[in-house]
């Protein structure tokens, strides 16, 4: 044969060489563990929508936490399913609020593991919006205050990173200039950046009871079609002072990741929304797909795109299979 080509299957022959040649690595380190404290007592109620996933009251926190520290996970973010719920979400703000008590709970045991606290009204808002309500529309500048004395309450309970997520203008420098007032201009603020208004979000608001009781989250969250305006979301919050930049969803963003990725030094964090879970569990309940493949793939295809870290709700079943190896 006199043809001429390349033998690209030259590095692929066995598994050591196809270890050497492999650009992507996924590491428990990169694993951020999402979690749903409820406001009751002796709960750990099963999550329907999202098999293996559990509400837990305070009680069983400790057991879970436990599991998630001896996996190796070194990451957990929390969020609230409070008892009482009202117009302007007065519990996602007080000091014994669920979040805060889970995070003084959670820091007594495991000072080391990095909590990070979901900054958002809407578990706590009776018509489940993430702000405050004014003629039927989310008022930007009305919520800010709010969402800042979330971020301090969750702060001065021992939260390592704050995260909001509510997609109101301005709310990282409105967070910023609160922590940094309060005495905590250490910690980091882990901007939902880029949080686009999804179907992938279904079986979350199941498990958190966030589901908008009127009309929908279009007016602060993003249009699935735009790309140029996730360029400006995210150049605000950098300005503003974030520390690290979430995308959210993941899998149908990863364009977005990777531009993001190339134009800002920042770490970014792919959110691997719950709708993204419970497809896959669905799916491999019916012996349709290869559970451990298919998510193995999925999340080193965040990490190729450029994420660095990973919120998920397979965090312990990769951590499992890792160190496994
Ligand atoms: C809102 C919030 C959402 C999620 C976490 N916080 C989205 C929403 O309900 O609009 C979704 C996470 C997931 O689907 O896993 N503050």
């Not at 990777?258 to 993204?276: C, F, M, Q, T």
């Amino acid at each position: 044969m006199d043809l001429f080509f390349d033998r690209h299957r030259r590095l692929r022959t066995s598994d050591n060489i196809r270890a050497m040649v492999r650009e992507t690595h996924l590491h428990t380190e990169d694993l951020i563990y999402p979690l749903f404290v409820l406001e009751e007592d002796g709960k750990r109620n099963a999550v329907k929508s999202m098999p293996g996933v559990h509400q837990v009251s305070l009680d069983y926190l400790d057991a879970e936490i436990d599991e998630v520290v001896n996996l190796g996970i070194r990451s957990i973010i929390l969020f609230g399913v409070p008892k009482e719920k009202d117009e302007v979400g007065t519990e996602a703000y007080q000091q014994e609020g669920i979040v805060q008590r889970a995070t003084r709970q959670i820091k007594a045991n495991h000072p080391d593991l990095v909590v990070v606290a979901d900054t958002c009204l809407c578990q706590y808002t009776s018509h489940g919006h993430c702000g405050v309500i004014k003629n039927q529309y989310v008022d930007n500048d009305a919520t800010l205050p709010l969402l800042v004395q979330t971020a301090v309450t969750q702060a001065e309970a021992g939260a390592d990173i704050i995260a909001p997520s509510n997609m109101m203008d301005g709310f990282v420098a409105a967070i910023r200039d609160g922590l940094d007032q309060a005495g905590y201009e250490h910690i980091p603020v882990m901007s939902y950046a880029v949080k686009y208004a999804s179907a992938f979000y279904g079986p979350f608001r199941d498990a958190a009871h966030s589901t908008p009781q009127f009309g929908d989250r279009k007016t602060y969250q993003m249009d699935p079609a735009n790309r140029l305006e996730a360029q400006r979301e995210a150049e605000s919050d950098v300005e503003e002072g974030a520390d690290f930049l979430i995308v959210k969803p993941a899998l149908s963003y990863l364009d977005i990741m990777r531009e993001l990725k190339d134009r800002y030094p920042l770490p970014i964090v792919a959110y691997n929304v719950s709708g993204e879970y419970s497809l896959i569990k669905a799916a491999a309940a019916n012996g349709w797909v290869d559970e451990r493949e298919i998510v193995l793939e999925k999340l080193t295809s965040m990490k190729r795109a450029g994420a660095d870290l990973i919120i998920t709700y397979f965090a312990k079943d990769v951590a499992k299979w890792l160190n496994k190896g």
